[in-house]
């Protein structure tokens, strides 16, 4: 109980403080005093802790948890090994069928609050903030007992501090998998000496440290929490199931590719600032005048799925592109489809560049997981994903992207190709599937406090 007090003391007054920086009059920045008020009524109204609980766990992404692919993987072996699981998050997207159908997952929807319409920016900010505070703190101490809380980082603002404090005091283990950091993506927006950047990062680092435990999908994420952060995470994988579709024969059920067919080209996106879709359609531009010179290529179709902010400039920037060869299109597809459209695709294409350097583009993950080459753009800690001239290859720009198709697809559709050493080599790799990576690294983590 300590441990919580101090938890409480070092929330209020961290964010009374961040709500009278952000303009907030002082009625307003002691908001969170009411919120520390209604934890301890709810607090003192709990039950005695279910001998149970240990079977328990509460997977939580202050994010759409139908766009939230890794945890839901998360969910999905969780209850594989017998355990009850309580799915929060945004219900924006539908979840893949497989956790609608779980009878041991619960999905408990949350709401999207979006603060004050009016007033400075920051206020209406700082307000989203506070708002979202008080619905996790009600909804984390009202859910029945869990052993373990797991969440999702970034977003972790208000998301770390608040899950951490419910899970002092309801008696829970508290983890953090870190996809990336919160502050790099705001930075992408505001700059890195931004005032609000720097609070994130101050907020990020503080609160993180608080956690039992910690989960990361690269080495280098792994490095930096140790050495800038003073924590020590395990590195999960992540590997989507083998699955291919082009024809199909209804009598035989053989699968197969067609004949004179087009490439198929496909990439992800969140629509955010971190992927510059201007690379690839620069890219394809010059590929078309590779075909108009002469060069024996393929037409290709190119897909690129997603839903994000930038979808719509984007969109108006494709609709205007004179293309004779290449068509584009941009659909939102359900869980259950993506991964079929990934073993049908020749190629992949990842424009992702790491806000902070430390994480690994998921649309890679589960290209690879589906035994699809990718091109991805260069960052830091990608060759742990992406080994060039082995699974796919890197490039820094459009000019480098365009010459890589143009090599790729020089032999289509033969298998010799490059294309096809590439695809031979990721099914003779032997990498560790989702299941496997999982059972060896996050379930020792949960038994060793079972027991």
Request: aromatic share 8%.
């Amino acid at each position: 109980m300590a441990d919580a007090n101090a938890a409480v003391a070092v929330v209020t007054v961290s964010l009374v403080v961040l709500g009278l920086l952000s303009g907030l009059s002082l009625s307003w920045a002691l908001l969170p005093v009411a919120v520390v008020v209604l934890i301890f009524v709810l607090a003192s109204g709990l039950k005695g802790r279910d001998e149970l609980a240990h079977l328990n766990v509460c997977v939580l992404v202050l994010g759409d948890v139908g766009r939230s692919p890794r945890m839901q993987y998360h969910a999905l072996s969780l209850s594989r090994h017998g355990y009850n699981v309580t799915l929060i998050g945004f219900l924006g997207s539908k979840p893949h069928q497989d956790i609608l159908e779980d009878g041991r997952i619960d999905i408990l929807p949350i709401s999207e609050l979006k603060g004050l319409t009016v007033g400075p920016k920051i206020v209406r900010y700082a307000s989203k903030v506070i708002f979202q505070t008080v619905q996790l703190f009600y909804v984390l101490m009202r859910i029945e007992d869990q052993g373990y809380i797991l969440m999702q980082n970034p977003p972790g603002l208000p998301a770390i501090a608040v899950t951490w404090m419910a899970s002092r005091f309801r008696g829970s283990q508290f983890i953090i998998d870190w996809h990336n950091y919160g502050y790099t993506i705001m930075a992408l927006t505001h700059g890195q000496n931004h005032f609000i950047v720097k609070l994130a990062k101050w907020y990020e680092r503080l609160f993180g440290c608080f956690s039992d435990h910690n989960l990361c999908v690269t080495n280098a994420m792994r490095e930096d929490l140790r050495k800038n952060w003073n924590i020590d995470p395990d590195v999960t994988k992540e590997y989507m199931e083998l699955t291919a579709c082009t024809e199909r024969n209804t009598q035989t059920g053989a699968v197969t590719r067609s004949a004179g067919r087009p490439a198929l080209l496909i990439s992800s996106t969140s629509w955010t600032e971190d992927e510059d879709f201007s690379i690839l359609l620069q890219a394809l531009e010059e590929y078309e005048k590779f075909v108009e010179a002469g060069h024996k290529l393929p037409s290709l179709v190119c897909v690129i799925t997603g839903k994000g902010p930038q979808k719509e400039y984007y969109k108006k920037l494709i609709d205007s592109k004179e293309l004779q060869h290449i068509k584009i299109c941009t659909p939102w597809l359900e869980a259950e489809d993506y991964p079929v459209l990934l073993g049908s695709a020749d190629l992949g294409v990842c424009l992702h560049k790491s806000s902070s350097g430390l994480d690994l583009p998921m649309k890679v993950v589960d290209m690879f997981g589906c035994c699809l080459p990718v091109c991805a753009i260069h960052f830091q800690c990608l060759h742990e994903l992406v080994k060039h001239e082995e699974n796919g290859l890197i490039f820094k720009d459009s000019k480098e992207l365009s010459e890589q198709l143009k090599l790729l697809f020089s032999d289509f559709p033969s298998d010799q190709g490059k294309l096809g050493i590439f695809r031979k080599n990721l099914r003779e790799s032997g990498q560790q599937r989702w299941d496997e990576n999982w059972d060896q690294n996050v379930l020792p983590l949960i038994k060793e406090h079972c027991d």
